[in-house]
Nanobody
Framework: QVQLVESGGGLVQAGGSLRLSCVSS????????MGWFRQAPGKDRDFVSA????????NYPDSVKGRFTIARDNAKNTVYLQMNSLKPEDTAVYYC??????????????????WGQGTQVTVSS
């Protein structure tokens, strides 16, 4: 069983930045691709970004492309999400997730095996 713990959420004004972190308990962290999703109240959990096992391949939806950057440090069992130019519509609970297939292609909830508990991001206008 892999445990994922997110941190770094908070309240920020529109145009501001936040960096989320997710620490994994996996003994072989580099066996997993990692992803970030978000869920606003009353809405589905949406894909935000993914990174492959070695950090050389990433994937973003158009809604965050150019504003968000995913990165990982395999020595620290940690994946990061740098969020810049935040907008009120970015407000959501952000979740990190792990995928055994190691690529950055998984973009749906069902493709990820392990999930964190989430961290709240609130962007005020």
């Amino acid at each position: 069983q892999v445990q994922l713990v997110e941190s770094g959420g908070g309240l920020v004004q529109a145009g501001g930045s936040l960096r989320l972190s997710c620490v994994s308990s996996a003994r072989n962290f580099n066996n997993y691709a990692m992803g970030w999703f978000r869920q606003a109240p009353g809405k589905d959990r949406d894909f935000v970004s993914a990174i492959n096992w070695n950090g050389r391949s990433t994937n973003y939806p158009d809604s965050v492309k150019g504003r968000f950057t995913i990165a990982r440090d395999n020595a620290k069992n940690t994946v990061y999400l740098q969020m810049n130019s935040l907008k009120p519509e970015d407000t959501a609970v952000y979740y990190c997730a792990a995928d055994r297939r190691r690529t950055a292609q998984a973009m749906t909830v069902g493709e990820y095996e392990y999930w964190g508990q989430g961290t709240q991001v609130t962007v005020s206008s």
